[in-house]
């Protein structure tokens, strides 16, 4: 049972434009979300997060936009860069857990074409 | 520099034969963790450890041990290793109180054959 779910294993834009990289969740306990970048060869790298009490944080060139109702996040970036090719990790936790647990999502692959 | 170090950055090995693959981070985290990824699968949890001497089990401990003498490193042992363990594997930290925004190592390929 997949709590966090990317539907879509790869994505593909060209520079400039905007890249959006979709996640969905189930587990309504879930209020804590994150995105990680992964360059191959190197292990994942913090990018953003979000609180269930926002529905938007910026940060540069990178804003997550998260819908409680719906349990869908989303990652956007604007204007994507070819440095931007990685996979990206949505991943989320729930503040109540004890033990600081990530459960992640199977990544999506971004590329971006110059 | 902060950071986490894994070692060996890759490995093959054969069944049964008992390895360890060591983590160490010099960010003095108090929460340490191990994961592995699979094709398919993302990233799951195997152990974690709040502290020094504390530890637990994530989603998929089976066929892992690892112990947490002191806070800087993390060792995950194999003791017989299968091949259903062949994965890539990242070690992470974070600091304590509610940081969920962990530090990823670079990661260890492990292939059992």
């Known amino acids: 049972d997949q709590q966090v779910k990317q539907n879509s294993p790869s994505l593909s834009v060209q520079e400039g434009r905007i890249s959006i990289l979709n996640c969905d969740y189930t587990n309504s306990m879930f209020d804590y979300f994150l995105w990680y970048k992964k360059y191959p060869a190197e292990g994942p790298t913090f990018l953003i997060s979000i609180s269930s009490i926002k529905d938007k944080n910026e940060d540069g060139r990178f804003t997550v936009f998260l819908n409680k109702s719906a349990k869908h996040l989303s990652l956007h970036i604007v204007p994507s860069q070819p440095g931007d090719s990685a996979v990206y990790f949505c991943?989320?936790?729930?503040?109540?857990?004890?033990?600081?647990?990530?459960?992640f999502g199977k990544g999506t692959l971004l590329t971006v074409n110059p | 520099e902060a950071q986490v170090t894994q070692n060996p950055r890759y490995l093959i090995t054969v069944t049964g034969k008992k390895l360890t693959v060591t983590c160490s981070q010099n960010?003095?985290?108090?929460?340490m963790s191990w994961y592995r990824q699979d094709p398919g699968l993302g990233l799951r949890q195997i152990y974690y450890s709040m502290n020094v001497e504390v530890t637990d089990k994530g989603d998929v401990p089976e066929g892992y041990k690892v112990s947490r003498k002191e806070k800087r490193n993390f060792p995950l042992i194999l003791e017989s290793p299968s091949p259903n363990q062949t994965s890539l594997y990242f070690c992470?930290?974070?600091?304590?109180?509610?940081?969920?925004?962990?530090?990823f190592g670079p990661g260890t390929r492990l292939t059992v054959t």
């Open positions: 960010m003095n985290h108090e929460y």
């Open positions: 991943a989320a936790s729930a503040s109540g857990g004890s033990n600081y647990k990530l459960t």
């Open positions: 992470a930290s974070s600091s304590i109180p509610g940081s969920y925004e962990q530090y």
